[in-house]
C-alpha cells in the first residue's frame, strides 16, 4: 500500500468480520476501484455518534489479571485508534467489526450518570473503586461534546465514591476541579498511559491521542495538585516501544508520578489480523521482525490467553522487559507509593448528603 492510500488519522486499515455475524458483507475490489477512478469516496471516514441505552453501567471484572473489581464505560469503540487496543474485540459483541468500526462508530451511553447514581445508592451496594475506561477510554473525543465523564465525576463526589480513570487524553484537565475536589476526600486515583517518547511512533500506534508532552504535563499538573497518577506504560512492543520502558519510566517519575505498571502486548482475537495487516503497511521493513518477537513472548503465537501470562509474556525478550522495568522501579519510584482510595465515607453518603447520627 502507498503513503497515497494509507488511510490517515485511523489506526486499522480494514474492517476485520465479525465472528458473531453469520452474514459478511464486504465491498468486492473492483466496486472501490471503481471508485478510486471516478473520484468518488466508497465510505466516509467521519466519527459517527450511536446512542445505545444500556440497563446497568456499571461491571464486575471477574480477570485475574486485572487489577480492578469494577469498571464502567461511557462510550463503546474509541476514535484514538490506538492499533493493539484489547477493547476492539468488543466492538464485535454490538454487530460491529473490531477494526475500522471501532474507530468511527462510537457508542454513546447518555445514561451512564443516572444508571451509575442508582447503582451506588443501591442500599445492598459497598463501596468498591469502580474505574472508568475499563474497555474504551473516558476521555476520547466523544467527551468533549457529550461530557457523560464529567457527570459521572460529579455524581462520584456526590455520594462519596472512589473512582479510578484510566485515560492518555489530556481533556481530563479539564476537570480538575471536581478532581481535586474528589481527591481532598482521598476518592480519585487517576492512571495516565504513555506508550513512547517518539511522537513519529505514537502517531503511528494512537493516530487519534494526545502528544506525548500533553501527556507527560497532564501528569505534571495532576501532581502538582496532590493527585495521585499512577502512569501506565502499556504496551510494551518488542521492536517498536519496548527498548523506551528505561527512559519512559524516568520522565513519568520526573514528572510526578507515584508509579508506574506495564504489560507486554498480545494480540487476542481480531487483534491479531487488525495488527498483521496495520504493521505490513505502516512499518513494512521491520513488519515480520516484530511479529516474531511478539510470538517469542507467548509461546510462539501472536494470541494469548492464558491467565497469569497473557499480560506478563514469557521467554527471553520478555524477561529482558521485565528485568528493565525492575531496574526502573529501583532507580525512579523508590521510597513511592501509589495511595489506597478511601471506601469508609461513602455509607455516610448515600443518600446523596452527610447522614447525622
Not at 464502567?72 to 476492539?88: F, S, T, V, W
Not at 480513570?165 to 476518592?187: G, V
Not at 499480560?311 to 532507580?331: F, P, V, Y
Request: glycine share 6%.
Amino acid at each position: 500500500m502507498s503513503s497515497k492510500e494509507f488511510l490517515k488519522g485511523r489506526g486499522a486499515q480494514k474492517n476485520t468480520p465479525n465472528k458473531f455475524l453469520q452474514h459478511i458483507y464486504e465491498m468486492r475490489d473492483d466496486f472501490l476501484e471503481f471508485c478510486r477512478l471516478e473520484g468518488e469516496t466508497a465510505e466516509s471516514n467521519k466519527t459517527q455518534y450511536i446512542p445505545i441505552f444500556p440497563k446497568t453501567i456499571v461491571n464486575k471484572v471477574d480477570s485475574p489479571d486485572v487489577g480492578m473489581m469494577y469498571s464502567m464505560n461511557p462510550y463503546q469503540g474509541c476514535e484514538h485508534g490506538c492499533i493493539y487496543c484489547y477493547a476492539r474485540n468488543a466492538h464485535e459483541y454490538w454487530g460491529y467489526s473490531a477494526g475500522l468500526d471501532f474507530e468511527r462508530k462510537i457508542l454513546v451511553k447518555k445514561s451512564a450518570p443516572e444508571l451509575l447514581e442508582a447503582k451506588i445508592k443501591h442500599k445492598n451496594w459497598k463501596a468498591h473503586t469502580i474505574v472508568m475506561s475499563g474497555n474504551t477510554d473516558c476521555y476520547q473525543p466523544a467527551e468533549q461534546k457529550f461530557e457523560i465523564t464529567r457527570k459521572c465525576l460529579e455524581v462520584f463526589l456526590k455520594y462519596r465514591h472512589p473512582v479510578g480513570i484510566i485515560t492518555k487524553n489530556a481533556l481530563i484537565l479539564r476537570d480538575l476541579d471536581i478532581l481535586t475536589e474528589l481527591n481532598t476526600y482521598q476518592l480519585v486515583g487517576i492512571n495516565i498511559s504513555v506508550t513512547s517518547l517518539s511522537e513519529k511512533t505514537r502517531r503511528k500506534l494512537e493516530p487519534r491521542t494526545a502528544s506525548i508532552q500533553k501527556r507527560l504535563k497532564t501528569i505534571k499538573v495532576l501532581s502538582e495538585n496532590n493527585i495521585p497518577v499512577n502512569a501506565m506504560l502499556a504496551p510494551m512492543i518488542p521492536g517498536i516501544n519496548s527498548h523506551e520502558l528505561l527512559k519512559l519510566a524516568k520522565a513519568v517519575s520526573d514528572h510526578g508520578a507515584l508509579s508506574f505498571a506495564f504489560t507486554v502486548v498480545r494480540l487476542n482475537g481480531a487483534i491479531g489480523q487488525i495488527f498483521t495487516d496495520w504493521i505490513k503497511k505502516a512499518m513494512p521493513d521491520r513488519a515480520e521482525k516484530v511479529l516474531h518477537m511478539i510470538q517469542d513472548c507467548h509461546g510462539g503465537s501472536i494470541n494469548d490467553s492464558r491467565f497469569g501470562l497473557r499480560n506478563r509474556g514469557e521467554g527471553k525478550i520478555a524477561t529482558q522487559i521485565h528485568d528493565m522495568a525492575k531496574l526502573a522501579r529501583l532507580r525512579y519510584f523508590k521510597g513511592r507509593k501509589f495511595p489506597a482510595l478511601n471506601k469508609d465515607l461513602h455509607e455516610q453518603y448515600k443518600d446523596g448528603q452527610m447522614k447525622l447520627f
